[in-house]
C-alpha cells in the first residue's frame, strides 16, 4: 500500500453534484438539541441508555443540594439556634438552579446550567449596610475622642519639655536629647494604651450586633464564591457525579439577570414562596410576570407577509466557503466578505439569522390546595400571561418551522415543578417563547 500510495498521485476532489446559482431560499432553524433532549448522547450498545432517565434525576438532585450547601455547626456562623434542613431549603434567599443540560462527547460529558444567585447580592448588600453603619457611627464617634485626648496628653508632656527647655543652656546636649526621647518613649506608651482601651470599648459594646454580623455575612459570602471555584469545592461536586456519568465532567455555568428568563429557575421559586403559610398566589404570580420585559415590536408590521430581503439570496450557490472561493484562488475570506459588504454588516446579518434571541411572552399556571386556611377545599386554579406563544414564522409569515417530541414548539420552552403544603399538593407550570 505505501508503495501504491507513493507512485500514484491519487489526490481526492469533491464535486458537487447538481448545484446551481440561486439554491439558497429561506430555510428551517434548527435550535440546539439540547433544547429538545436534556441528555444528548450516542451510544452502539441499546444497554446504556436504559440508565439515562434515572441518572437525570440523580444529577438534578446532587446539583441542586450542591448549591444549597450551607455551614454544617451553626454556632461557627453566629447564628444562635440551630436551623432545620427543612426549613433551610425553603430560603428564598439561595441559589437558583436549572435542570441540567448534558451533552455526551468520547471521552467527557459538558454539563450547561443556568444561575440566578440571588444569595451574593443580599449578602453583599447586608455586609456594605453595617460596614457603612460601623464607619460612619462608632468608629467616627470614639476617634474623635481619641485624638482630643492625645492632643492633651502631648500638651501635658510639652509643657515640662518647655520647662526644662530654659536650663538646657546650662546642660550638655546628649543630656537634653536623652531627656527628648524620654518623654517620647513616654508619648508612645500612653498613646497605645490610649488605642488599647477605644478599641476595647468598641469591640466590648458593639461585638455583639455589628461585628458578629459582620464575620457571619463574610463567611457565608465566601462559602457562596467557593461553589463556583474550580479549584475549592467544583472537583468535589465533579468526582461524584463522574461515578454516574462514568466521563470526566465539565461545567458551562451561565449567570442570568432575572429568574423570568428560564422556566426551570421561575417555576422552582414560585413553587417555594407558595409553601409557605402567610403567602398571596396572586401576587406571587404577579411579580415573576412583571420581572420578564418583552421588546417593544409593532406587532401589525411584524406579522405582515413581507418578503425577508437576505443578502445572501440568488448571490452564492450555496453558504460554503470554499466553493464560494473558488479552487485554487488565492483569494482571502476578508477580500470574498470585503467585496460586497462591510464588516459590521456581516455581523449585522449572522446576528439576525439566530432565531428565538427575544423574549416573545411569558406564562404561568399554577394549580392545587392553595387556600390560606387548614381545610378541606377544592383546588384552586389560575392562569396569567404576558405577551404570546405563538411562533410569528410559521403562524403569520408562512414560514417553515420544526417541531420538537411530536407535537411541542420549538421557539417554546416549558416546564412542571411539584410541591407539597400541609393542605396537600399543588403544581406549578411554566412557558417561554422566543421570536
Same mark, same amino acid.
Given at each position: 500500500?505505501?508503495?501504491?500510495?507513493?507512485?500514484?498521485?491519487?489526490?481526492?476532489?469533491?464535486?458537487?453534484?447538481?448545484?446551481?446559482?440561486?439554491?439558497?431560499?429561506?430555510?428551517?432553524? @434548527? &435550535?440546539?438539541?439540547?433544547?429538545?433532549?436534556?441528555?444528548?448522547?450516542?451510544?452502539?450498545?441499546?444497554?446504556?441508555?436504559?440508565?439515562?432517565?434515572?441518572?437525570?434525576?440523580?444529577?438534578?438532585?446532587?446539583?441542586?443540594?450542591?448549591?444549597?450547601?450551607?455551614?454544617?455547626?451553626?454556632?461557627?456562623?453566629?447564628?444562635?439556634?440551630?436551623? $432545620? *434542613?427543612?426549613?433551610?431549603?425553603?430560603?428564598?434567599?439561595?441559589?437558583?438552579?436549572?435542570?441540567?443540560?448534558?451533552?455526551?462527547?468520547?471521552?467527557?460529558?459538558?454539563?450547561?446550567?443556568? /444561575?440566578?444567585?440571588?444569595?451574593?447580592?443580599?449578602?453583599?448588600?447586608?455586609?456594605?449596610? %453595617?460596614?457603612?453603619? #460601623?464607619?460612619?457611627?462608632?468608629?467616627?464617634?470614639?476617634? *474623635?475622642?481619641?485624638?482630643?485626648?492625645?492632643?492633651?496628653?502631648?500638651? #501635658?508632656?510639652?509643657?515640662?519639655?518647655?520647662?526644662?527647655?530654659?536650663?538646657?543652656?546650662?546642660?550638655?546636649?546628649?543630656?537634653? @536629647?536623652?531627656?527628648?526621647?524620654?518623654?517620647?518613649?513616654?508619648?508612645?506608651?500612653?498613646?497605645?494604651?490610649?488605642?488599647?482601651?477605644?478599641?476595647? /470599648?468598641? /469591640?466590648?459594646?458593639?461585638?455583639?450586633?455589628?461585628?458578629?454580623?459582620?464575620?457571619?455575612?463574610?463567611?457565608?459570602?465566601?462559602?457562596?464564591?467557593?461553589?463556583?471555584?474550580?479549584?475549592?469545592? $467544583? &472537583?468535589?461536586?465533579?468526582?461524584? @457525579?463522574?461515578?454516574?456519568?462514568?466521563?470526566?465532567?465539565?461545567?458551562?455555568?451561565?449567570?442570568?439577570?432575572?429568574?423570568?428568563?428560564?422556566?426551570?429557575?421561575?417555576?422552582?421559586?414560585?413553587?417555594?414562596?407558595?409553601?409557605?403559610?402567610?403567602?398571596?398566589?396572586?401576587?406571587?404570580?404577579?411579580?415573576?410576570?412583571?420581572?420578564?420585559? $418583552?421588546?417593544?415590536?409593532?406587532? /401589525?408590521?411584524?406579522?405582515?407577509?413581507?418578503?425577508?430581503?437576505?443578502?445572501?439570496?440568488?448571490?452564492?450557490?450555496?453558504?460554503?466557503? #470554499?466553493?464560494?472561493?473558488?479552487?485554487?484562488?488565492?483569494?482571502?475570506?476578508?477580500?470574498?466578505?470585503?467585496?460586497?459588504?462591510?464588516?459590521?454588516?456581516?455581523?449585522?446579518?449572522?446576528?439576525?439569522?439566530?432565531?428565538?434571541?427575544?423574549?416573545?411572552? %411569558?406564562?404561568?399556571?399554577?394549580?392545587?390546595?392553595?387556600?390560606?386556611?387548614?381545610?378541606?377545599?377544592?383546588?384552586?386554579?389560575?392562569?396569567?400571561?404576558?405577551?404570546?406563544?405563538?411562533?410569528?414564522?410559521?403562524?403569520?409569515?408562512?414560514?417553515?418551522?420544526?417541531?420538537?417530541?411530536?407535537?411541542?414548539?420549538?421557539?417554546?420552552?416549558?416546564?412542571?415543578?411539584?410541591?407539597?403544603?400541609?393542605?396537600?399538593?399543588?403544581?406549578?407550570?411554566?412557558?417561554?417563547?422566543?421570536?
Amino acid at each position: 500500500m505505501k508503495v501504491f500510495n507513493n507512485n500514484i498521485k491519487n489526490i481526492p476532489k469533491t464535486i458537487t453534484l447538481r448545484n446551481k446559482v440561486g439554491d439558497i431560499r429561506n430555510k428551517k432553524y @434548527l &435550535p440546539s438539541f439540547s433544547k429538545e433532549w436534556k441528555n444528548i448522547v450516542y451510544s452502539y450498545n441499546k444497554n446504556n441508555l436504559n440508565n439515562i432517565p434515572v441518572n437525570d434525576v440523580n444529577i438534578n438532585k446532587i446539583i441542586q443540594s450542591y448549591f444549597n450547601l450551607y455551614f454544617k455547626d451553626y454556632k461557627y456562623v453566629g447564628s444562635k439556634k440551630f436551623i $432545620l *434542613l427543612r426549613r433551610r431549603r425553603n430560603f428564598l434567599r439561595r441559589i437558583y438552579v436549572s435542570n441540567a443540560e448534558v451533552k455526551h462527547t468520547n471521552n467527557k460529558a459538558i454539563i450547561t446550567l443556568f /444561575i440566578v444567585n440571588r444569595e451574593y447580592k443580599i449578602l453583599k448588600n447586608k455586609y456594605l449596610k %453595617i460596614n457603612k453603619r #460601623i464607619s460612619k457611627n462608632l468608629i467616627n464617634r470614639y476617634f *474623635l475622642l481619641y485624638k482630643n485626648n492625645i492632643i492633651k496628653i502631648y500638651e #501635658i508632656l510639652n509643657k515640662q519639655k518647655n520647662e526644662y527647655a530654659f536650663i538646657s543652656n546650662k546642660i550638655s546636649k546628649r543630656k537634653f @536629647l536623652t531627656y527628648k526621647l524620654k518623654y517620647l518613649n513616654k508619648f508612645i506608651k500612653l498613646k497605645n494604651l490610649y488605642l488599647k482601651k477605644v478599641w476595647s /470599648i468598641i /469591640i466590648s459594646k458593639y461585638w455583639k450586633t455589628y461585628l458578629k454580623l459582620l464575620r457571619k455575612y463574610d463567611l457565608m459570602y465566601s462559602l457562596n464564591q467557593y461553589k463556583f471555584n474550580k479549584q475549592i469545592l $467544583l &472537583p468535589i461536586l465533579s468526582n461524584i @457525579l463522574n461515578k454516574i456519568i462514568g466521563k470526566k465532567v465539565e461545567y458551562n455555568i451561565i449567570n442570568i439577570k432575572s429568574i423570568a428568563y428560564n422556566t426551570d429557575l421561575f417555576t422552582n421559586a414560585l413553587s417555594l414562596k407558595l409553601k409557605k403559610k402567610k403567602m398571596n398566589y396572586m401576587k406571587s404570580m404577579f411579580s415573576i410576570l412583571n420581572r420578564a420585559y $418583552l421588546p417593544k415590536i409593532n406587532t /401589525i408590521k411584524e406579522r405582515t407577509l413581507a418578503k425577508n430581503v437576505d443578502l445572501f439570496l440568488d448571490k452564492y450557490k450555496d453558504l460554503k466557503i #470554499i466553493s464560494n472561493m473558488g479552487a485554487g484562488s488565492n483569494n482571502n475570506l476578508d477580500k470574498l466578505l470585503g467585496s460586497y459588504t462591510n464588516t459590521k454588516e456581516v455581523h449585522n446579518t449572522i446576528y439576525n439569522s439566530i432565531g428565538y434571541k427575544n423574549m416573545g411572552g %411569558i406564562r404561568l399556571e399554577v394549580k392545587g390546595r392553595l387556600t390560606k386556611r387548614y381545610r378541606a377545599d377544592r383546588s384552586i386554579y389560575s392562569l396569567k400571561w404576558k405577551g404570546g406563544l405563538k411562533n410569528v414564522d410559521s403562524s403569520f409569515k408562512r414560514l417553515s418551522s420544526v417541531l420538537f417530541r411530536g407535537n411541542s414548539k420549538s421557539n417554546v420552552s416549558y416546564s412542571l415543578s411539584n410541591s407539597k403544603r400541609r393542605i396537600g399538593a399543588f403544581a406549578v407550570k411554566g412557558w417561554i417563547s422566543g421570536k
